[in-house]
């Protein structure tokens, strides 16, 4: 189970253990949306961050980007948000929060 704790910055990080960090990073849309939003900070709306991963992935047509959206959405966003990486808030279409990830032995 996640674990939270702040820090003296002010941030919050994310402690995972080792069975969250491998589902949170087994799917490789899952790391390409962190490495978007660890660029760009928050807020970050879905259809910014879908551009931003399509590009990534090399599916920059509309189609395309508008079938990631629709993955995130219902798929990759909520699972990091199940798992306490970010806040998504799926009426707004936005990801509110991204919290830094620790790594905790298991």
Same mark, same amino acid.
């Given at each position: 189970?996640?674990?939270t704790?702040s820090?003296n910055d @002010?941030?919050?990080?994310?402690?995972? @253990?080792?069975?969250?960090?491998?589902?949170?990073?087994?799917?490789e849309?899952r790391?390409?949306a *962190?490495e978007v939003?660890?660029?760009? @900070?928050t807020?970050v709306? *879905?259809?910014d961050?879908?551009?931003a991963?399509a590009a990534r992935?090399? @599916?920059?047509?509309?189609?395309?980007t508008?079938?990631?959206?629709v993955? *995130?959405?219902?798929?990759h966003?909520?699972?990091?948000?199940?798992?306490g990486?970010?806040?998504?808030?799926?009426?707004d279409?936005r990801v509110v929060t991204?919290?830094?990830l620790?790594?905790r032995?298991?």
């Amino acid at each position: 189970m996640s674990q939270t704790t702040s820090r003296n910055d @002010g941030r919050t990080v994310i402690d995972l @253990g080792a069975d969250e960090r491998y589902e949170l990073l087994a799917a490789e849309r899952r790391r390409t949306a *962190l490495e978007v939003l660890a660029e760009r @900070g928050t807020p970050v709306e *879905l259809d910014d961050l879908a551009t931003a991963v399509a590009a990534r992935e090399g @599916g920059e047509t509309p189609a395309a980007t508008d079938r990631l959206a629709v993955s *995130l959405h219902h798929v990759h966003l909520p699972r990091m948000a199940d798992l306490g990486v970010l806040d998504y808030d799926p009426g707004d279409n936005r990801v509110v929060t991204v919290r830094a990830l620790g790594v905790r032995s298991d």
